[in-house]
């Protein structure tokens, strides 16, 4: 159905690159590795879901990394120097950023500009409000935090599944049966399929544009709380260019970047594509850490030239005709 | 009915609506009234008014001025889903579905039966495809909707409007991609409605359609009201010169047949030219200064002979020969090169390009022709377009709009103009006529006349058969994904041509008249 053969390519290449890596270090084959890796993209996998949902629906959102950095900025002071309990705090800044999300989404249907604009001003606001609060890195010591860090669900074979690794899944099989059983998802699809035309049909475009960038904003900020979990700190530097990284783990996963198509699964491939590259590089040890953006980089080229050549196919009327009974 | 007592208030009243866009007046104080159970014809040229009346009607559009009233209560909808909620239902002359999305999803897009906030799928497809069947369709309602026709997609568009249960049914040129045997199904299921006390709007520039359904005639020209008429008591001549507010020049002279000239010059052949799962192989001829028809069912197979001919699709076996000379076409490119033009059935996916003016529309494919290094100068530009503006009267006559401000009609004059503007030896027209008014329509098929005397070779597909039966040379008729019967001179008459699309007599009944 929609967007599975980009999906089921994504698949193998993740299979076959796993497979490559395992045998040049067959210790990577391990549920240890696996469950790293899923800690260690635990954000990256919970923005990425919301990006999901905005991209198919023909926008983009590029201040979700900002959003993430004021996130753990905010909930730091909050916890340490405000004396706010922490649960208190996650919930004041899940109510901020879905209501910063949702004046974006209002702003690009109200004024009709477009989403690259207004979230692009929304990355700066963001960046620039958490330097507001504060330049350094605020270290976290609340006793939440260290519950959170050491629990953990012992998989076969020793490796150990994280609370935030479990909150990324969640929340990734919550988009999947949001975009997939759900009138808003259909909407979404909708809206990426085109906007005058959706409203034509009776969807309420001005609600679904604010209620989808209310999503991504929202997650933005959970997955700037898990963020702050992963660092036990807040700065205000953090999650520089993850709104790049998320936008690539769409792509890669088979949605398509002008909207309409795609999967949160897909989405999930993808950012287990750039875990995997990022975990190569730390098992080879010689090489670079910036060999991770550049191999990203050629499978971001590779999946967009395949989705030009998928479209191309696609708008040539087929053959297949269904006919017409009588 | 002429009593004035009559109490109850019409289903839809509108009462002086005016609109502009910009400078230009779409509309001034025009009037109109639907009853409950009625099918009510909206007429006009192309470029009348009439979309835009729906729009406005529908909240499409903020209007500048004017009431309109349901039921007697004055309605103000600022967006078609207010207006649907109001119980206006709208079919827009765009075929306006995603293409994206699957049948299913299509036809219940924002109203899909749910259980705990999830959508039944299984549900929603069992009811899609019956709903589907009523309208003679039997397709896969899980594949996405852009796989399939526009006739397809214009039929899922009524249905989706028809399912709606609205009080007002608005009908935008629903026919215009449909041939007679969807069109009957349609009109089978808007009676029914209409019995149900439905009240019906129908826009559609086929006036034999509007007498065969209509009970009331509107007539709108340049954005002004001519007048209401009940349809039985309007002769077709009267109904005419209220739309284009003259007579229509008399446009049905004999035409010279083949054999009263001398034999002409093949321009391109097809031997045994075909694809498999495409169009079965079949040879063609066609020659200069002759007009060759194709006629068929939708989906028998025209649309893919033509795009073969012109290169948009590739042969998997054959011989192209343009001029005597084995060519290969592999691309529209190669088409293009050979002197080959084809105006598309599909505009709005295939042709138009919405935000270009008429005269970058018009130039687009000579400029292409030419190649990127032989620029077109801005005067040359300005003539050519003016030229064409002129010679098809594409409306407002004015080079510089957007073309996708248009009104559907002069769309497709623009996009006519473009191809020949390339003056191509061989032009493919894919329903040329479709959605185009009277006036129009009787210049395009003397233009098309006068193009195939000055050598032009002409190949067109049209669905309606007096029309290829008085321009055509030749008629090769398809069923079924191949080229079965070709009539040549006298042989050329509507009832022939049916007796071969038909061949087991079926549709010969449809015919009747
Ligand atoms: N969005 C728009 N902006 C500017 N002008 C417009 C717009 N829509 C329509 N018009 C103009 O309003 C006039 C009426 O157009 P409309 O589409 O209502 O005609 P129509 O009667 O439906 O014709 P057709 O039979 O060709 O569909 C035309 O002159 C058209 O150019
Ligand atoms: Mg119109």
Not at chain 1, 46 to 64: C, E, H, P
Not at chain 1, 170 to 178: K, N
Not at chain 2, 182 to 201: D, H, S, W
Request: charged content about 20%.
């Amino acid at each position: 159905m929609k967007g599975l053969p980009p999906v089921l390519i994504t698949a193998i290449v993740l299979v076959v690159g796993f497979a490559l890596c395992a045998v040049q270090f067959p210790n990577i084959a391990s549920t240890r590795v696996v469950g790293n890796l899923l800690t260690d993209n635990a954000f990256l996998g919970i923005v990425a879901t919301g990006m999901t949902f905005v991209i198919i629906s023909g926008g983009i959102d590029l201040s979700v990394g900002s959003v993430i950095g004021f996130t753990t900025v905010f909930v730091a002071l909050a916890i340490e120097r405000w004396g706010v309990p922490p649960l208190v705090a996650f919930v004041a800044i899940l109510v901020l950023s879905a209501a910063f999300g949702a004046a974006m989404g209002a702003v690009i249907h109200v004024f009709d500009l477009p989403p690259f604009i207004v979230t692009l001003a929304g990355m700066f606001l963001a960046r620039g409000a958490s330097f507001l609060l504060s330049t350094e890195s605020v270290p976290i010591t609340a006793p939440v935090y260290s519950t959170v860090s050491d629990f953990a669900l012992r998989m076969p074979g020793g490796g150990r599944l994280s609370a935030i690794a479990i909150i990324m899944l969640v929340i990734l099989i919550g988009g999947i049966l949001l975009l997939r059983l759900t009138r808003f998802g259909a909407n979404v699809y909708a809206l990426g399929g085109g906007r005058a035309t959706a409203s034509l049909m009776g969807v309420a475009v001005g609600k679904m544009t604010i209620k989808i960038y209310m999503l991504s904003s929202l997650l933005a900020g959970t997955a700037g709380i898990v963020f702050s979990f992963y660092t036990s700190a807040g700065y205000s530097l953090s999650a520089v260019g993850v709104e790049l990284d998320s936008i690539a783990a769409v792509v890669i996963g088979g949605t398509l970047l002008t909207g309409g198509q795609g999967s949160v699964i897909g989405t999930f491939l993808g950012v287990l594509i750039q875990g995997m590259i990022q975990t190569y590089i730390n098992f080879d040890g010689t090489l670079s850490s910036w060999w991770t953006k550049i191999a990203t980089g050629i499978l971001l080229f590779a999946f967009i030239a395949l989705q030009q050549g998928l479209v191309a196919l696609a708008r040539r009327p087929t053959a297949a005709r269904a006919g017409v009974a009588s | 009915m002429e009593n004035s007592l009559d109490p109850a208030p019409p289903l839809l009243e509108v009462r002086g609506i005016s609109k502009s866009f910009g400078a230009v007046r779409a509309l001034q104080e025009v009037d109109f009234t639907l009853r409950a159970g009625e099918i009510h014809a909206l007429l006009g040229e192309n470029g009348a008014g009439k979309s835009t009346l729906i729009k406005v009607v529908t909240g499409v559009f903020p209007r500048d001025a004017g009431v309109v009233r349901l039921g007697g209560d004055e309605v103000a909808p600022r967006s078609s889903k207010a207006a649907l909620e109001a119980g206006i239902a709208t079919v827009y002359q765009e075929v306006n579905l995603l293409p994206n999305l699957s049948v299913a999803q299509n036809l219940f897009l924002d109203r899909q039966p749910m259980r705990f906030g999830i959508v039944r799928e299984g549900e929603m497809r069992r009811r899609a495809k019956a709903l589907l069947t009523e309208f003679g369709l039997d397709i896969d309602v899980a594949a996405p909707l852009g796989n399939y026709s526009v006739a397809i997609q214009h039929v899922t568009a009524i249905a989706r409007a028809v399912d709606l249960s609205a009080r007002v049914l608005i009908l935008d040129e629903p026919t215009a991609s449909l041939d007679r045997h969807e069109v009957e199904i349609l009109f089978g299921i808007m009676r029914q409605l209409a019995k149900r006390g439905i009240g019906i709007v129908f826009v559609s520039h086929f006036l034999d359609q509007v007498y065969e359904i209509s009970d009331r005639i509107t007539v709108l020209r340049n954005g002004r009201l001519v007048g209401e008429r009940e349809t039985a008591s309007l002769p077709r001549l009267e109904l005419i010169r209220m739309m284009l507010g003259r007579e229509l020049a008399e446009t049905t002279g004999a035409r010279a047949t083949a054999s009263d000239r001398p034999p002409r010059e093949v321009c391109a052949s097809f031997e045994n030219y075909g694809k498999a799962g495409y169009v079965a192989p079949f040879n063609l001829e066609l020659r200069h200064g002759e007009v060759v028809g194709l006629a068929g069912l939708l989906g028998s197979g025209r649309t893919e002979t033509a795009r073969l001919v012109f290169g948009a699709e590739r042969s998997d076996g054959g011989q192209a020969r343009v001029e005597g000379a084995p060519v290969r076409l592999q691309s529209p490119r190669d088409g293009v090169r050979h002197g080959f033009g084809y105006c598309p059935e599909e505009r709005k996916t295939d042709g138009i390009v919405a935000e270009l003016t008429v005269r970058e529309n018009i130039v687009l494919a000579l400029q292409a022709k030419r190649g990127l290094h032989r620029p077109l100068s801005r005067r040359e530009q300005d003539e050519i377009a003016k030229r064409y503006v002129k010679m098809l009267d594409i409306r407002p006559p004015d080079p510089e709009r957007p073309v996708g401000l248009l009104s559907g009609g002069n769309q497709q004059k623009a996009l006519l103009a473009r191809w020949l503007a390339t003056s191509p030896r061989l032009l493919v027209l894919d329903e040329p006529t479709r959605g185009i008014d009277v006036g129009a329509h009787a210049e395009i098929i003397r233009l098309i006349r006068e193009l195939c005397d000055d050598g032009l070779a002409l190949l067109v597909i049209s669905s309606e058969l007096d029309e290829i039966v008085t321009y055509s040379d030749r008629v090769v008729v398809l069923r079924d994904r191949a080229h079965v019967e070709e009539l040549a001179g006298e042989t050329i008459d509507v009832t022939n041509i049916l007796a071969a699309i038909a061949a087991d007599g079926a549709a010969m009944q449809e015919a009747r008249a």
